[in-house]
């Protein structure tokens, strides 16, 4: 059974159609990127599956369950964006606890999700500074501790590197895609890197208008690019 399944999902803002119907499902465990030009629909896509948008028509299963009328805070699912909106007046630790505390949960537990969120994004002694004396690598990792101490079963990236210089979004996609992996998780990735998308998914789905254009791994799309707006975007042989 698909883990995340999207049923003839639809979004519109008034007479203006993003997304006319889309069907998407996600094995449990699949890393897949969302491609495609801007305004194509990929962030609308992603606020819709995490509730912070309203839907217009379909439906939204997780592991079975009809989420779609879910409040957002009751959905076992982390949305990781762009521009991290770390608390300036607190520090790592503290931001990273933060949901967890809101929840009143237990302090040794919420000591052992901190530090294994620590261990696993490299953040060793940088606990008790505050983002202000971070790096922009470092805070988008703090951003991601965050998301990663709640344990979400399903990850929605929305272009979190793109603020990062190359040689950094390098090393962070290698981490993103091994956390996904550690924690067991279902991601669905936007970026508009093409080098990303083959090097990190499991598979790429390619989004034009509000539609999927094509999905398979980065081999099926790059051999056999079914239309030219394929090959176009991931630079195949067509
Ligand atoms: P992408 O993330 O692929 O760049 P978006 O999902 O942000 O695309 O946007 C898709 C389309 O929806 C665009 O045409 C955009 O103008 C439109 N759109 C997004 N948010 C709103 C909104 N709140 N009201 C009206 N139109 C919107
Ligand atoms: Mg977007």
């Given at each position: 059974m698909a883990y995340l399944t999207l049923e003839k999902l639809r979004k519109a803002y008034g007479k203006h159609v993003v997304i006319p119907e889309i069907d998407l499902e996600l094995e449990a465990g699949e890393f897949v990127c969302l491609v495609g030009p801007s305004g194509s629909g990929k962030s609308t896509l992603l606020r819709m599956i995490a509730g912070l948008e309203s839907i217009s028509g379909g439906r939204v299963t997780v592991a079975g369950a009809d989420i779609t009328g879910t409040d957002p805070s009751d959905r076992d699912m982390a949305m990781v964006f762009q521009s991290y909106a770390l608390y300036p007046h607190m520090t790592v630790r503290d931001n990273m606890s933060f949901a967890l505390r809101m929840r009143n949960e237990d302090k040794a537990l919420i000591q052992e999700r901190v530090a294994e969120a620590v261990e696993m994004l490299d953040?060793?002694?940088?606990?008790?500074?505050?983002?202000?004396?971070?790096s922009g690598g470092q805070r988008q990792r703090v951003a991601m501790g965050r998301c990663i101490v709640r344990k979400p079963k399903l990850f929605l990236f929305?272009?979190?590197?793109?603020?990062?210089d190359a040689k950094l979004r390098t090393a962070t996609r290698h981490q993103i895609r091994r956390l996904h992996d550690q924690l067991g998780a279902t991601s669905i990735f936007v970026t508009h890197d093409q080098v990303e998308a083959m090097t990190m998914a499991d598979r790429i789905a390619l989004l034009d208008h509000g539609e999927v254009m094509q999905i398979g791994t980065p081999q099926e799309l790059y051999l056999n690019p079914k239309n030219r707006f394929t090959a176009g975007f991931l630079g195949s042989p067509e």
């Open positions: 953040l060793h002694g940088l606990e008790d500074r505050k983002p202000s004396a971070l929305d272009e979190p590197l793109s603020n990062l």
